[in-house]
């Protein structure tokens, strides 16, 4: 067992080490086991101390390879840091041996090192966004270098449940896409549509140049990128596949938005996202 293989455990002090050693769990697993599913709750986080593990999640019925994470590497922040499900599955490669650290030791010691609380939210950001660029449909089509120019030109914004992105009538200010977090599109009293990570909003009024058609409300709160309405413009000047796809969900959304309103129920529908 290797736990010099971790670094996370290195911004521990010495007396906090002993400690977490005590109250590690250690699973020496067989290749391609299931380690933790996408969609339950999590109550620990893991580390690789040896061998592989890969990171999978499903999208409309099929599998994601979403990363490989080498001896060292850690998983399962996502869920003890926001609450969430896990959001994705985690299986071995090969044989390995996982540490398992209980929600109530990192509890315990978060405070003894501050920077191991530190370094689990900016892996828990850094991986919202990657998963939210593997699986959004403006970015999926993409190759990953064309992929990481375009999200440098995006700015990261968080909102609190409760702000409005943008209202019905009003200017737009760009496109927005969900890193993670939930939305909703509302209109004339109704509820269209729910936005989750992955999806983007703000397209309708890009293409038409005119006005926000509906309010985007953040109910869960949410991370964003946003490219401001100027650069849109290059940038869909640059790469016109983006326009195509934005067309393409912007006239689904159009539909959409038709039948909810024309009848009377309106039952929200989640995302209207392209599958
Ligand atoms: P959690 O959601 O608790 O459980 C699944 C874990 O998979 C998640 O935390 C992260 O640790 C990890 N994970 C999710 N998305 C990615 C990604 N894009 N790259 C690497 N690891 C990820």
């Known amino acids: 067992m290797r736990y010099a293989n971790v670094p996370l455990f290195s911004a521990f002090s010495t007396r906090t080490f002993i400690k977490v050693l005590g109250q590690v769990r250690v699973h020496t697993l067989a290749p391609e086991t299931l380690i933790l599913k996408e969609g ?26 979403l990363a490989t994470l080498p001896a060292g590497s850690f998983f399962g922040e996502m869920a003890l840091l926001t609450g969430a499900p896990r959001r994705a599955s985690v299986w071995t490669i090969g044989d390995a041996e996982i540490l398992e650290i209980p929600k109530a030791v990192l509890d315990e ?25 593997a699986t959004g449909a403006l970015f999926r089509g993409l190759d990953p270098t064309a992929r990481d120019k375009l999200v440098h030109r995006f700015r990261t914004l968080e909102a609190k449940a409760g702000a409005s992105l943008l209202e019905e009538g009003k200017p737009v200010d760009g496109l927005y896409v969900v890193v993670d977090g939930v ?22 009024s890009l293409l038409s140049g005119g006005s926000a058609a509906a309010t985007v409300v953040v109910t869960e709160q949410a991370t964003l990128l946003k490219l401001a309405r100027n650069v849109c413009e290059d940038v869909l000047r640059e790469r016109p596949e983006l326009v195509e796809t934005i067309k393409r969900v912007a006239e689904e959304r159009r539909r959409a938005n038709e039948q909810a309103l024309a009848s009377s129920k309106g039952k929200p529908a989640e995302g209207h996202s392209p599958a």
């Not at 339950?40 to 994601?64: M, N, Y």
């Not at 939305?183 to 309708?204: I, P, S, W, Y």
């Open 109 to 133: 010691i978060g405070s003894e090192a501050p920077s191991m609380s530190e370094t689990l939210r900016r892996f828990c950001r850094e991986r919202l966004l990657q998963t939210a660029l």
């Open 183 to 204: 939305l909703q599109v509302q209109k004339a009293g109704k509820t269209l549509a729910v936005l989750r990570g992955g999806d983007f909003f703000g397209e309708m």
């Open 40 to 65: 339950e709750k999590g109550t620990s986080i893991f580390a690789v101390a040896e061998g592989q593990v890969r990171v999978t999640k499903e999208l409309g019925g099929q599998i994601l390879e």
